[in-house]
Nanobody
């Protein structure tokens, strides 16, 4: 079955950096685009970044463009999110997801990112 395990979150000061990882299994990782989302309590989940299956295309939310970088290693079935110049408004639980991977309502446990001084 599909499994997504996010890690790498933590507490960081404004201006700091974190690198999130997401280990995927249960589907043919290399054939699917992957996405990172984030969610703040009481708000809808927000799409942060997307990477195509072969890393040819990447897309970012305006709020993170120039600060975050999505990448993947298909040999390790892992997608990454490098987050630099972090701001307090980046505080959220971050999730990865395979684009069009079933079951559509499955989400991993996420990883908490807290940006605070």
């Amino acid at each position: 079955q599909v499994q997504l395990v996010e890690s790498g979150g933590g507490l960081v000061q404004p201006g700091g950096s974190l690198r999130l990882s997401c280990a995927a299994s249960g589907f043919t990782f290399s054939t699917y685009a992957m996405r990172w989302y984030r969610q703040v309590p009481g708000k809808e989940r927000e799409l942060v970044a997307r990477i195509s299956s072969a890393s040819v295309d990447t897309n970012y939310a305006d709020s993170v463009k120039g600060r975050f970088t999505i990448s993947r290693d298909n040999a390790k079935n892992t997608v990454y999110l490098q987050m630099n110049s972090l701001k307090p408004e980046d505080t959220a639980v971050y999730y990865c997801k395979g684009e069009n991977v079933r079951p559509y309502d499955y989400w991993g446990q996420g990883t908490q990112v807290t940006v605070s001084s």
